[in-house]
């Protein structure tokens, strides 16, 4: 007869995953003490759990407060789970075909505090185009994905991702502060931004948010080209259509109902 997989179950392991998972909602760092009392486990035991878990990078310690939180490596298996079975795995049939259909470069991104980072990119074979960004950091205030980001958070979260001060990238940057917030409601109101060459000289840009099951604002859809090309009646009459369908059919895979 063939046991059940629970019966197989290491209680180490299993206490060591509880760990994990207190750190849920807006908790960021929980301390010996409160984890002893929500897994009804001695600190010594949680001691050592604590001190494996840190030892391979998936709990770290704040020296100032001496509490716990997430480690780097959750981060790195989050990314990988992304790019096999979620954001990134449904994306690739959308930016492709968005590629081939406006023969302009296409990525997704999502933010990573303070900036943006490309995930994953498709370049059309046209010649003169945007090479890819993946892995750049790029800033929130001037690129398109990077408002789309900005428009569609809470005002708390806004607060916190957006510089009083603004750089300057280009002589078309909006470096300021209260005529960012007003193109940002702009922004939310039609649901896509545009980036009219305030990045990178020449290079426009249309971008569209991203949103999954949970409604969540969880990355966005971007197409890219030389400014020549992607001209304000281009971009409105066929770079608008194209991206916002796009991304309706990505988040709707993503399981996003209106």
């Given at each position: 007869?063939?046991r059940e997989k629970a019966n197989y179950a290491i209680q180490s392991v299993s206490h060591a995953l509880d760990v994990?998972?207190?750190?849920?909602?807006?908790?960021?760092?929980?301390?010996?003490?409160?984890?002893?009392?929500?897994?009804?486990?001695?600190?010594?035991?949680?001691?050592?759990?604590?001190?494996?878990?840190?030892?391979?990078?998936?709990?770290?310690?704040?020296?100032?407060?001496?509490?716990?939180?997430?480690?780097?490596?959750?981060?790195?298996?989050?990314?990988?789970?992304?790019?096999?079975?979620?954001?990134?795995?449904?994306?690739?049939?959308?930016?492709?075909?968005?590629?081939?259909?406006?023969?302009?470069?296409?990525?997704?991104?999502?933010?990573?505090?303070?900036?943006?980072?490309?995930?994953?990119?498709?370049?059309?074979?046209?010649?003169?185009?945007?090479?890819?960004?993946?892995?750049?950091?790029?800033?929130l205030h001037c690129t398109a994905p990077g408002k789309v980001h900005l428009a569609f958070e809470s005002g708390e979260?806004?607060?916190?991702?957006?510089?009083?001060?603004?750089?300057?990238?280009?002589?078309?940057?909006?470096?300021?502060?209260?005529?960012?917030?007003?193109?940002?409601?702009?922004?939310?109101?039609?649901?896509?931004?545009?980036?009219?060459?305030?990045?990178?000289?020449?290079?426009?840009?249309?971008?569209?948010?991203?949103?999954?099951?949970?409604?969540?604002?969880?990355?966005?859809?971007?197409?890219?080209?030389?400014?020549?090309?992607?001209?304000?009646?281009?971009?409105?009459?066929?770079?608008?259509?194209?991206?916002?369908?796009?991304?309706?059919?990505?988040?709707?895979?993503?399981?996003?109902?209106?």
């Amino acid at each position: 007869m063939r046991r059940e997989k629970a019966n197989y179950a290491i209680q180490s392991v299993s206490h060591a995953l509880d760990v994990l998972e207190q750190f849920t909602g807006n908790v960021d760092e929980i301390g010996v003490t409160e984890l002893s009392k929500r897994l009804k486990l001695h600190k010594n035991n949680i001691f050592r759990l604590l001190a494996t878990l840190e030892a391979r990078g998936y709990i770290e310690q704040n020296k100032a407060t001496e509490n716990y939180r997430l480690g780097l490596k959750c981060l790195q298996l989050g990314q990988i789970y992304l790019n096999q079975m979620g954001f990134l795995l449904q994306a690739k049939a959308t930016l492709q075909e968005l590629a081939r259909s406006a023969n302009e470069s296409c990525y997704v991104a999502v933010k990573k505090g303070p900036a943006i980072v490309p995930l994953d990119f498709v370049e059309p074979e046209n010649p003169v185009r945007v090479v890819s960004l993946i892995g750049r950091t790029l800033p929130l205030h001037c690129t398109a994905p990077g408002k789309v980001h900005l428009a569609f958070e809470s005002g708390e979260a806004l607060s916190k991702s957006l510089p009083e001060k603004l750089p300057r990238y280009t002589d078309k940057t909006i470096v300021d502060r209260e005529l960012l917030l007003r193109q940002l409601k702009e922004i939310s109101a039609a649901g896509y931004a545009t980036d009219n060459g305030e990045f990178m000289e020449e290079v426009m840009a249309v971008a569209v948010p991203i949103r999954d099951y949970t409604r969540s604002l969880v990355g966005s859809l971007t197409i890219a080209g030389p400014a020549h090309r992607l001209t304000p009646q281009r971009i409105e009459k066929e770079i608008v259509p194209l991206i916002t369908n796009g991304g309706s059919q990505l988040s709707n895979r993503l399981g996003y109902q209106r």
